[in-house]
Structures are given as structure tokens and as C-alpha cells.
């Protein structure tokens, strides 16, 4: 895996959508805390709080000789790798695993960070105790951080050595984590101390990668699984589709769809060519029962054969970015609606040719998809009747509204309008282009962005899209 990882987004709570209209690229700038001027580190951590990784405490202060907690440094370590929202918070309507550990969401008063740490032990930054707990409280030592920080640039354990912490400090230093720290370094880690190494390797943990293209099927060519390999189960995929039946599901799994649910047995003939199959992805199929054909590779599903008429039962909310002719498992003419719904991307079929599509789909609306095993029998706006009564525009007339201020989670309009964010708000941001729609991120809204805001539940507003220039 890359030092990214994969990530798998989802959204749990409320439900909104605001489509932002960017005018440029810039850092979101916030107020350095008072103190920082006292730290030898301070061109570090101010550098730190302008991009957003780490903050002050309660008092307004930053404290940067107080020591650290695990979790604050799961926090900061994972806010220098800047992944969208979603794969920390999930979505409205989507959750993503939490971190698994019980002292951090029993009453130890961790829910908070629970998020980040699920995300760090998910991409290998961190793990638990033998006990399974996490101890999040724990003061966390400068050995631990800079482990941390070589893991989510990339670097693997068995690419370090087996003595710990001796060649994990010594790749540190050889890393350039440590720079600027005095040689003799301390036992725990203090919050400039973590900020400094942060710091040295912000552009390692925070370079963009390319996403992965999707690797065009040679139609003629012969599937790369045998019968034999299959194995065939009944079962039911959990919440955010990280389990089927019971069966941890890989995040690089491949899902083919073939044939329809009434025809789908044990002993049916699957075809082995490539051009038979369809070519799917796992985020619609929350909470479905399905037969399945799979291949299980180190205890987790690698692969599934999936019928094409089976999928998510419900409403889902999101953007599209382009519509084509496709067939259903029957052979008839059918819609294919490339959709970015709960910050995934998602291809969905429609029930037939009749579905009603809409006019301009970026000009910045979210619709609302109602699905029926996974295939779609209707689109709404938020105007439409039939659509879910919760579903509204918050603001203006179905334009592009000017954002005066974003602060405190209140964004405030230069109408003097002023709209609730819920903190996992759903961000979407439509390119340069005007014609596709990529994940954007809460902190990109500033004053002089234009917003379109969309609510499903008591006027908040929960999704967030963008339109570069």
C-alpha cells in the first residue's frame, strides 16, 4: 500500500450539502496563540497552526512545554497528512470504522479523537496494546512520535529493523525528523517538540498523490480467477461495508457484477471472459443481502462476483458527474449515473429508461437518489415534490451565494444569512473544468467563496462542494 493507503469514505449524522465556488488557492489562515513566541520552535508550530494541523487549547494558549497525549498526537499527525473529512468522520449518511478501542469511546472522554486514531491505526501509523486499549491519555515519548511520523511518511517497520526504539530513532535522524531538536533528546515528547518534528517532514506527510487509475479491461482477455477459487456464501454486508457475512473485506477489493439475484446459485456457470462482467465498487451495498461468489486472501475478501440487481434500499445524496447507456442484468437499455455520494465515487444503474434526468448537473445542486436494490428509480432537487420532506436549499434561489465569513462553524452570507455547518459536513468541489466533481474539504470555505447549502435534518447544513477558478 501506498503511505496513503486507501481510504474508504463515509459520513455518519446529519445530512447537507454546500457547493463552494473557490478564487484560488490559498492557506486557511488562523490566529497563532500568544505563547508561541516563547518556544524555540515557534517558526514550526506557527507554520503548523496557519496550515490547519495543530491548534491551542482551551485557554486560547498553545502551551508548548506541556507534554503530549497519544491522541493529540494521532491528531496532529493525521491532520499533517490532510486527508479529506471523510475518511476521519465519515459522512451524514455513512460511518467509517471506528477506532476499536474501548478506552476510547467508554466513557474515558475520547470520543472526540476517536476518528483520527481509527484513521492512524487503519494506515499502520499506530497500534494498541496487547489488552486491546489504546490509552489515549498516556504521554506519549519522543520514540513513540517519531515512530509515528516514519510510518505515515511511508516507511515501513521491517524497512527500519527489528530493535526498537534504537534504528527508529537512528532513521529518524537519518530522516531529518529530528532536525533542530537537541541531540540529546528527551524521554517525552512536548507539544513544540512534536510540532518540530511535524514540521520537518510536513511536505513528505502532506504531499497529493495521483489517484490510481482504474485499469481498462481487455475485453477479450480471460478472468483472472478460476472456478475453483470461488467460494460461494449468503450473507449481508455491515453498515460501511467493511464486512460480509462475518468476513473482513479488503480495501483493494475488485467487485464484479453478473447475471440477476434470481439466477445466482452454487453451482451456476459464470462465463470467463472479462467483457461478461461489469466492474463495480463496494460502496452500495450498505446493509444488503446478497448471494456472492468471493475469494479470500489472508482471512479478508479480495474479490466478489456480485449480481447486477442487488444494492443499497434508500435515499442517498450527492452530485453527478456524468451519465452514459448501459444494460441490466436482463439486457435492456438502462441509464449508468456516475455519481460522488457519501465522498465516494459510485456508479449506479437505473431501473429503466424512463428515469427523469436532470437538466445541468453542475450547476452546483445536490440531488437526492432514491435506490432500490442498488439500482435508481428516481432524482430529485431539493424542489421537487416527492423528494424526502427534510430535503432543502438553505439559502437563496438555486445560485451561487458569497460567503462573507466561516468561523466557529457558522458560515455567514454576504446577505448577513447566517448557516450552521455540522463538523462532518459532506464537501464536494466542482473543478476548474465546470464539468466533474472531486471530494473538497470543510476548511477550503473562506470569505469570498460562493456556496450553495442543502440540509436533510433541522436546517443544518451537512454537505459541502466546491467549484474551482
Known sequence: MTKRMKYIFIKRVLICAIIVSLGGSFAFAAE????VAGSAHSEAITALVEAGVITGRDDGLFHPFANLTRAEACIIIVRAINPPDAAIMGTPSQTVPGSGFSDMTAG??????DGFVGYAVRNGIVNGFPDGTFRPGNQVTVNE??????RATGITDNE??????????ARAIEEGITNGLPEELPELATRETAARMAFNKLTELRQEEEPEAEEEPDLGAYVQWTRESLRFLEGRFNDNMTMFAGVRISEDVKVYTYGSRENFARNMQLPNRERDYTRDTIHKYK??????FYIREDGEITLMILPMDVGFTGRIYGVINGVADAVDSNGDSVFNISTLAAAQQVSWRSRDRELRMPENHFAGGIYEFLSEDGMITGIYTARDMGRNVNFLELAGDG???MVRSFSGGVITLNDGTALNVAPNAVVYALGRDGSSYTVGRINSIRAGSQIRAFTISEGVATHITLRLR
Open 145 to 150: 512520535m517519531l515512530t509515528m511520523i516514519l
Open 399 to 401: 445560485s451561487w451565494n
Open 160 to 169: 527500519i529493523g527489528e530493535n526498537w526504539p534504537e534504528d527508529f530513532v
Open 287 to 292: 446493509r444488503t443481502d446478497t448471494p456472492a
Open 108 to 113: 474515558g472522554g475520547f470520543n472526540w479523537a
Open 32 to 35: 497563532v496563540p500568544a505563547d
